[in-house]
């Protein structure tokens, strides 16, 4: 039998779970969902509740990511103070290409334990035309070498698949990346398709109203990630001054995180977009030397365009809720950027 049918079969019995409430700040006010956990969950009702929260930001934060056309999923923290938000932050969605983020850093690990370098070429790796389904994995071919350096910086500023599909098979596929996660303590968290075949058979599932684990992550753990590369936790000063640096250049995704934040302010973000889904993560660093990591994460609400501006209008709201909020030193670095 195939992988799908056996999805179709577990889609039928999984079940919906409603809003848990514990104290004080927004993060504790997540709608969790009962997952299946093998394959996913089909979401039964739509996202709303009323949530008690403590701040007037935690307010405006929930009330722009209402999901009542769509669940949205929002995760920040302020790297200068520790102030953390969080809506639907532990509930699951697709990744699609800000999974990229974790490819580039397991492959960047590989290079400062000496096993390849940033001169290292490697073929991309182009997609084949085939039916959705119809193989465990989508066939490709091998196109062009190019150095390690260039794929980085393509599968991050252009979003470009074939490049990230080169540097994922360079470290082993899908679990060296879980892998990678993992030993750094980044949980709920799991790619399990390369590019290719996650865009090929792209669709099987509406994320509006069905987690799909596969290829997913919460809010909560892209924010753990983003944090960690920043703080100089996983990686190197050079390894993260090549990533981050890439994040900085990013062309896609100009109506999302960059579109409100204001001119003086620095972005490193990367975007993903899938059936009916939208999404960007990143760090915004202020004129004073401050930073959040903020991950977004949008299904539904109509078209692309109203996905984007979602996007945007809560990460604006979220630049303008903690440049308010008091600096507090905390412990922090920078990813060696210029």
Do not use: C
Not at 66 to 73: C, E, L, N, P
């Amino acid at each position: 039998m195939t992988s799908r049918f056996f999805r179709l079969a577990a889609a039928s019995a999984a079940l919906f779970a409603g809003l848990t409430a514990s104290p004080a700040v927004a993060q504790s006010n997540d709608l969790e969902a009962a997952f299946d956990r093998t394959f996913g969950t089909q979401v039964r009702a739509p996202q709303s509740f009323e949530a008690r929260y403590e701040t007037s930001f935690e307010r405006r934060i929930a009330q722009l990511a209402d999901g009542s056309k769509g669940r949205i999923g929002v995760a920040a923290v302020d790297l200068s103070s520790g102030e953390q938000i969080s809506i639907l932050g532990n509930q699951r969605f697709p990744m699609a290409s800000t999974s990229k983020i974790a490819v580039a850093a397991t492959f960047l690990e590989g290079v400062e334990q000496g096993r390849w370098s940033l001169t290292s070429e490697f073929p991309l790796m182009i997609p084949i035309r085939s039916k959705k389904y119809s193989s465990r994995a989508a066939p490709v071919r091998k196109g062009n070498y190019m150095p390690a350096i260039d794929l980085i910086e393509i599968m991050i500023t252009r979003s470009s698949n074939p490049a990230t599909d080169a540097l994922l098979k360079v470290v082993g596929g899908p679990n060296a990346v879980n892998g990678w996660a993992r030993r750094n303590g980044i949980r709920e968290f799991s790619i399990d398709r390369d590019i290719a075949t996650l865009v090929r058979d792209d669709g099987e599932y509406d994320p509006v109203s069905y987690i799909d684990r596969r290829d997913s992550a919460t809010p909560r753990a892209m924010v753990d990630l983003l944090a960690g590369l920043y703080q100089g936790k996983f990686l190197s000063r050079e390894s993260r001054r090549v990533l981050m640096g890439a994040m900085s250049r990013t062309r896609t995704g100009k109506r999302r995180i960059p579109a409100m934040i204001p001119g003086e302010a620095e972005v490193l973000h990367k975007t993903g977009s899938l059936n009916n889904t939208s999404s960007d993560i990143g760090i915004i660093r202020t004129p004073d030397g401050r930073a959040f990591a903020v991950a977004i994460y949008v299904t539904g609400q109509g078209t692309r365009r109203n996905r984007e501006a979602k996007i945007a209008s809560i990460a604006r709201a979220l630049y303008d809720g903690y440049r308010a909020s008091p600096r507090r030193q905390y412990a922090t670095a920078d990813y060696g950027g210029d």
